[in-house]
């Protein structure tokens, strides 16, 4: 398993060279159970956070480079004004994107996209009409029971339950 530190120094270091203040992260963790997600942060103290950082970004045979996206990705819910994925945070992250190539920070990656092949069997999927995008969910959401009141969030198309 890859150094979660040594990874989370670099990444520091990036942030620092681009000039983004991030905030205190009291407590970085690798995560063994998460399955929707690579990464957490969460705030514990106004300007205090902890982060955890999916175990499967953190495989030897993964590129160092899937885990940075991530940690990158986290660092950047630190800096004041960034909680969600919009505004300020979308700002600092194509600044990260243009500024330093080998980064590829996104709102969310999918299984594909990390190259990893997701041990999880879903019961749920759906497939996009127009791009052929798949959707698969564990649960019976609301998105499961009613795809027609929903549209793909990559081309806006029409969602078909799959089964």
């Not at 398993?1 to 992260?25: N, Q, S, T």
């Not at 997600?37 to 970004?57: M, N, Q, Y």
């Not at 990893?116 to 497939?127: A, F, T, V």
């Amino acid at each position: 398993m890859k150094d979660l530190l040594k990874l989370v120094a670099e990444c520091e270091a990036d942030l620092d060279f681009l000039g983004i203040k991030y905030r205190k992260v009291h407590n970085w963790s690798v995560n063994t159970r998460a399955t929707s997600r690579w990464g957490c942060c969460k705030t514990i103290a106004p300007g205090l956070f902890d982060i955890s950082i999916s175990a499967e970004l953190l495989a030897d045979e993964l590129d160092d480079q899937k885990a940075k996206n991530t940690i990158i990705h986290e660092l950047l819910h630190t800096v004041d004004g960034c909680h969600g994925h919009k505004g300020k945070w979308k700002r600092l992250a194509e600044k990260v994107n243009s500024a330093l190539p080998q980064y590829e920070v996104k709102c969310s990656i999918s299984y594909a996209e990390q190259g990893i092949k997701p041990d999880i069997q879903y019961k749920y999927s759906l497939r996009c009409e127009a791009c052929g995008q798949m959707i698969y969910r564990q649960r019976e959401t609301e998105v499961i029971k009613n795809p027609h009141k929903y549209r793909c969030g990559k081309c806006k198309g029409k969602l078909m339950r799959i089964y």
